[in-house]
T-cell receptor, first 109, second 112 residues
Framework: KNEVEQSPQNLTAQEGEFITINCSYSVGISALHWLQQHPGGGIVSLFMLSSGKKKHGRLIATINIQEKHSSLHITASHPRDSAVYICAVDRQGAQKLVFGQGTRLTINP | KAGVTQTPRYLIKTRGQQVTLSCSPISGHRSVSWYQQTPGQGLQFLFEYFSETQRNKGNFPGRFSGRQFSNSRSEMNVSTLELGDSALYLC???????????FGSGTRLTVV
């Protein structure tokens, strides 16, 4: 079983819909990261969380340390949000990212 | 402020050859980590350097090696290339442990 599991693996939605991507992990962590990868490969770091909730524009990320679960929400989704979203965790005691398999999001106009 | 720079962007090599990839971190960042991304395995951690010392290594064969220079620039080397080494290789830099990461655009390596 992977240490970091994301769901869903693929998600297609209409422009304007509210999007939720989930991430569960099974190891002790120092922090959890949400990353965005567009075609072509470049990765952008969206959030780093160790507790609670963070918001940036239309993106919201939450983490529940006790339940080992995090969610990424996108409000008023737009076609430019189409990308692969990756959850990654910093394992406790190690400078080493462990990645989920990614969620491919497609927003249709 | 310059981002993380990886060179080259694309590379085609033949089986059995070796390759060296370069990563220049954001100025002031002392930690550089390397990752391999393939369609089958996704993103996997290769190794991490901090102040010229390798602090962590992933589960990759000894053909994969790296180093970091005093200016924090890092290189990774893959010797005796195999077809399965074809991948996108990404590096990321950060200030240190449990800090945000900034990723480079990656080097896409194709082994033929």
């Amino acid at each position: 079983k992977n240490e970091v599991e994301q769901s869903p693996q693929n998600l297609t939605a209409q422009e304007g819909e509210f999007i939720t991507i989930n991430c569960s992990y099974s190891v002790g962590i120092s922090a959890l990261h949400w990353l965005q990868q567009h075609p072509g490969g470049g990765i952008v770091s969206l959030f780093m969380l160790s507790s609670g909730k963070k918001k940036h524009g239309r993106l919201i990320a939450t983490i529940n340390i006790q339940e080992k679960h995090s969610s990424l929400h996108i409000t008023a989704s737009h076609p430019r949000d189409s990308a692969v979203y990756i959850c990654a965790v910093d394992r406790q005691g190690a400078q080493k990212l462990v990645f989920g398999q990614g969620t491919r999001l497609t927003i249709n106009p | 402020k310059a981002g993380v720079t990886q060179t080259p962007r694309y590379l085609i090599k033949t089986r059995g050859q070796q390759v060296t990839l370069s990563c220049s971190p954001i100025s002031g960042h002392r930690s550089v980590s390397w990752y391999q991304q393939t369609p089958g395995q996704g993103l996997q951690f290769l190794f991490e350097y901090f102040s010229e010392t390798q602090r962590n290594k992933g589960n990759f064969p000894g053909r994969f090696s790296g180093r970091q220079f005093s200016n924090s620039r890092s290189e990774m080397n893959v010797s005796t290339l195999e077809l399965g080494d074809s991948a996108l290789y990404l590096c990321a830099s950060s200030w240190g442990q449990v800090q945000g990461y900034t990723f480079g655009s990656g080097t896409r390596l194709t082994v033929v």
